[in-house]
């Protein structure tokens, strides 16, 4: 299911009005020329050290202003001094709650607890890789969820709440063992009504794809056991289409390798026994082109 990220504004905590704000995690020369004039003839982006935490300030003395000037070649007029700081707000239940359900839109979900430390402000964005998985037997049991603040150009800062979350729809149930690596055909699979935690694919977007390790039959399909199927398995024959220019070769061969399609396997002659390299194209079509074949090998 496709996520998507809510942009927030946060209720500002912890910031001196007279303090210049520091929207990053570096104090840059462009955030210290506003507070004195002198560093404005530093490249604004230039990094000066490191920011306060979210919430946080920077006091920088006269004596400290002088010493750092002074490495750039700088001068400050005597007792000059500075003060930065970095905006910051707290999460709330509401805010959280709105995320999430941006991520999964038709799940019931119940926000028990969250990180109460001051957030920069920026994009909320709780992805479904950040919930834990829930057991199978206790599928409503508290999980935590983890997520991040995100700003342009900055390392996201990281959040979290625990959480229930359930969701209400159809799953998949394979009514016989599905091998590892083979296509799921429509025959293969059984749909119920189902209620738990997310993570179960759309039915529709199961036939087609293969299963990453053997599902036993009566078993759940779940998401993160599929993926695209490979084209081409070790051992099976293949087509091959040999090009030179505008000549156009056809032989069988027997695959050495497995892939999907625009991948490089090694595939066999089996009149001569010599192994050649070869691209993927379609179920079991593969092609040669000049340059390809393995050291030795040939494809007659």
């Known amino acids: 299911m496709t996520s998507r990220i809510l942009l927030f504004t ?39 050290g490191y920011a306060p935490a979210p919430g946080g300030r920077r006091a920088y003395s006269a004596a400290e202003l002088a010493r750092l000037a002074g490495r750039y ?18 999460l709330t239940r509401e805010r959280v709650t709105a995320a999430m359900q941006a991520t999964v839109p038709k799940a019931h979900i119940e926000v028990l607890e969250l990180s ?11 992805p479904i890789s950040g919930l834990s998985a829930a057991p199978a037997s206790e599928p409503a049991s508290a999980r935590l969820w983890r997520g991040q603040v995100r700003q342009p150009g900055q390392d996201d800062f990281p959040v979290w709440a625990k959480v229930r979350v359930l969701v209400s729809g ?13 296509p799921i055909e429509r025959a293969q699979i059984r749909l119920e009504p189902y209620e738990g935690a997310p993570g ?7 036939v087609g794809r293969a299963p990453r390790r053997p599902i036993p039959a009566g078993a759940a399909i779940e998401a993160w056991l599929l993926e695209e199927p490979e084209e081409v398995l070790r ?11 505008r000549a156009r070769l056809v032989l069988e061969g027997q695959a050495q390798s497995s892939g999907r399609r625009g991948e490089t396997i090694a595939v ?22 000049p340059g390809w074949s393995a050291p030795g090998g040939s494809t007659q």
């Open 10 to 48: 946060f209720c500002s905590i912890g910031f001196a009005a007279d303090c210049i704000p520091v929207a990053g995690e570096r104090i840059l020369a462009g955030d210290m020329a506003r507070a004195v004039p002198a560093f404005a003839g530093l490249p604004p982006e230039l990094a000066l």
């Open 73 to 90: 070649g700088l001068t400050v007029e005597p007792g000059v001094d500075a003060c930065l700081a970095r905006p910051a707000g707290t």
């Open 116 to 126: 109460r430390q001051p957030v920069p402000p920026g994009e909320i964005h709780f």
């Open 170 to 182: 159809t799953r998949a149930i394979a009514s016989e063992e599905l091998l590892s690596g083979r």
């Open 200 to 206: 179960m694919p759309d039915p529709s977007q199961i």
């Open 235 to 245: 051992g099976e024959p293949v087509r091959v289409e040999v090009w030179s220019g």
């Open 268 to 289: 066999r002659n089996p009149a001569t026994g010599k192994i050649f390299s070869a691209r993927v194209q379609d179920r079991g079509q593969v092609s040669v082109v």
